[in-house]
């Protein structure tokens, strides 16, 4: 077989490190062609260097290691998910994905997915991978308890509830995040890694590194006189980025 490209893409850095590392050692013939420190640098780099396999984090904020898969098969490579969490829903993966690894990696469990991933670029077909793709985000959604109902944020000098369903969109501001209704604003301290785990996914998109929109609330996405896209919300003035890796969320709409 002709040398087997390879990406990574990992959020936690210890552990982006010691996988590179332990697949360094245990498949030297492997080129490893892109590191990732997040979803968003991942799928660039799909796209710049179509990597045969991809070992990607599932839970990676913003743009999840699911979305990166999806271009992955898209262009014919396969994928190992690494995840903390032995979640019986990633044990589906193993008939179609490469297969999946629990951090943190074990060198014996790491021979045993190489020897797969070989196995399967031998047979040149990913089966069935899209639709568990699919499967698996859907079982890993947030639901009920998980989900955002109420943000809690200060206004002035006091402090107001705010119903979900009234916020249009969040934007990270520095340390802080603003939240927008239709009528109002208010500032928060939670991050917006930390707002993604608890937001229905078919509600919210993120658009930009700094940006998550109720979908709901897109009047419309253009591009200016740079090539940049700027997406406007509905009922109000404000123009938000839309960076490169999210731009396929628009694509036919």
């Known amino acids: 077989m002709s040398r087997v490209t390879a990406l990574i893409a990992e959020d936690e850095a210890p552990q982006r490190i010691a996988l590179h590392a332990q697949l360094q050692a245990a498949w030297p013939e492997l ?6 420190e997040d979803g968003v640098a991942a799928l660039d780099a799909v796209a710049r260097h179509r ?3 991809a070992f990607l ?5 913003g743009v999840s290691g699911l979305d990166v898969a999806r271009d992955v098969v898209a262009q014919g490579g396969l994928v190992v998910f690494t995840t903390a969490y032995e979640d019986y829903a990633i044990r589906a993966f193993e008939a179609g994905a490469a297969d999946y690894l629990l ?3 074990q060198e014996a469990r790491l021979r045993q997915t190489i020897d797969r991933v070989r196995e399967r670029l031998d047979e040149a077909r990913t089966p069935g ?3 568990l793709i699919d499967d698996l985000e859907a079982r890993l959604r947030p639901q009920g308890d998980r989900l955002i109902r109420w943000i809690t944020a200060s206004v002035g000098d006091s402090v107001r509830m705010i119903a979900i369903d009234d916020v249009l969109f969040f934007q990270a501001q520095d340390k802080y995040v603003r939240v927008a ?3 109002d604003e208010a500032i928060i301290r939670t991050s917006l890694k930390e707002l993604l785990g ?3 996914p078919d509600e919210f998109w993120q658009v930009h590194r700094g940006a998550l929109v109720r979908v709901k ?3 419309r996405v253009r591009k200016d006189e740079l090539g940049r896209y700027l997406l406007t919300v509905k009922g109000r003035d404000d123009v938000l980025p839309v960076s490169g890796a999210f731009q396929q969320r628009f694509r036919g709409m």
């Open 51 to 53: 990597p045969q396999v």
């Open 217 to 219: 609330a897109i009047d």
């Open 31 to 36: 080129e490893i062609v892109a590191v990732c």
């Open 103 to 105: 951090k943190p990696v």
């Open 57 to 61: 984090d599932i839970r990676m904020p």
């Open 181 to 183: 209704t239709a009528t």
């Open 198 to 200: 608890g937001l229905d």
């Open 129 to 131: 991978l899209r639709a």
